[in-house]
């Protein structure tokens, strides 16, 4: 922790405080029948008013807090890391949704439980705290609360921002608040940020420049998506040796770039297949007849069909498969992009060992594509034309794909060295065995 003296709260943080008592039930009742709708348990809906399902364990407990389900899945790699560096230590991770807690469920890594966080009301999180003890407390992205926050430092928990992100919106709401936002800043003993740029914005938000480092963007390191190995040797030899691009995560109103895209493709490149995965695959019927309507041939991997040498589009209509399509080709354009969607998870790609294609509008991911792009790793592309042009360019000189692939690797790579100084950093903070 730096010298500098701690910051004291400010009058809206005590309205926080006012406002968050009287509003407690009507949160209560929100989050309680989200998750109510859900089938979660009555005994794992309290958890979110601090009552533990589980006991807590012997020894040191690390605490992770994440957001959602990205964001979950994002810390499990450095549990991994972390339980094989120390390995007297304990892990808990707390989410918010159902669909988090049910995929943590399944990786859930050795020595590592999960549970909801509480409400960010003092009684809720004080329950929490009595009963858990954590040892080390890292907030994953941009979860600032309050009472989590302060409550947790005056029990002496050392507090981590781990993967700090947050959007140009935030920053400019935070500064506006200076001084609260400085309060909050100041109960962190450390803050790791994705990029240089994050480092600026929380500077200019207040943070201790001392407690600031650069670490690595956790998602770039999460494990690879699953692959059946008999379904990628089948689709790759009926495919044979003809050219083939991706399309994923493709959203209502990306298609129809897409297959422009395809359509202008095909007068340079005749044998070229088309792999859409679109994000949803129960539009599948919408697109058949999409593709139709755009004079192109189809085949639906929904209904176990391979493509054949007349196939222009295959449409990988299915749950699950994306990694399988990512190990088949390279060249990726990553959807939720042409629009303000957000975007998907380019590091998917590179793990895969491919070089992603994204459009102007995948904010939720806009500092990693910025910097994937200023490497070489990635393109940015705004309209059919080009997305045309770019797809040819990496069909057409295979060693500029192949430089963009070399870059996604060394990228990761640098990742993964930064995470073996983020795992440094974390244990120096825990107190002795």
């Known amino acids: 922790m730096s010298d500098q003296p701690q910051v004291r709260p400010t009058l809206l943080y005590h309205l926080y405080r006012g406002a968050s008592a009287l509003l407690a039930p009507l949160m209560w009742s929100k989050v309680a029948g989200k998750l109510r709708q859900h089938g979660v348990p009555e005994a794992r809906v309290r958890e979110r008013l601090g009552y533990a399902t589980l006991p807590r364990p012997a020894g040191r407990l690390v605490w992770f807090h994440a957001a959602s389900v990205g964001e979950s899945l994002s810390v499990l790699t450095l549990i991994h ?38 409400l960010d ?122 050219p083939v691009w991706v399309a994923s995560s493709t959203h209502e109103g990306e298609e129809e770039t ?63 498969e994306v990694g399988i399509w990512y190990s088949l080709c390279p060249l990726v354009f990553l959807g939720g992009s042409l629009r303000e969607i957000g975007g998907h998870n380019p590091f998917e790609v590179m793990q895969a060992g491919g070089a992603v294609l994204t459009g102007p509008g995948g904010y939720n991911f806009a500092e990693s594509f910025a910097e994937l792009i200023k490497a070489g790793a990635a393109k940015e592309v705004t309209s059919a034309e080009t997305l045309t042009h770019a797809v040819g360019a990496w069909l057409t000189e295979p060693h500029t794909l192949d430089t963009a692939r070399d870059r996604a690797r060394g990228f990761l790579a640098r990742q993964s060295d930064q995470m073996d100084q983020t795992v440094t950093a974390l244990l120096e903070l825990l107190p002795q065995k």
């Open 81 to 118: 890391r972390l339980g094989e560096a120390a390995p007297d230590l304990e892990f808990l991770i707390t989410s918010g949704t159902p669909t988090s807690a049910d995929l943590i469920a399944k990786r859930l890594p050795p020595r590592t439980r999960h549970q909801f966080p509480p």
């Open 121 to 242: 009301t003092g009684a809720a999180v004080a329950r929490f705290l009595n009963h858990w003890k954590p040892n080390l407390g890292i907030l994953v992205e941009s979860e600032l609360w309050p009472h989590m926050l302060v409550r947790a430092r005056g029990a002496g928990v050392p507090l981590v921002l781990l993967n700090a992100r947050l959007s140009p919106k935030s920053v400019a709401s935070w500064t506006k608040r200076h001084a609260t936002a400085r309060f909050l800043l100041d109960q962190f003993a450390l803050m790791l940020t994705q990029n240089a740029q994050t480092a600026v914005n929380l500077k200019a938000m207040g943070a201790d420049p001392a407690r600031l480092k650069e670490g690595s963007n956790l998602k770039a390191l999460s494990d690879p998506l699953p692959v059946d190995q008999d379904t990628l040797t089948e689709v790759r030899d009926a495919i044979g040796p003809r």
């Open 258 to 320: 897409v297959l422009a895209a395809h359509k202008a493709l095909l007068v340079d490149h005749p044998d070229l297949l088309l792999l859409l995965a679109p994000r949803h695959p129960n539009r599948g019927d919408q697109l058949e007849a999409l593709i139709a309507e755009a004079g192109l041939t189809s085949i639906r991997r929904s209904r176990d069909a391979l493509p054949r040498t007349s196939t222009q589009v295959y449409l990988a209509d299915t749950l699950g």
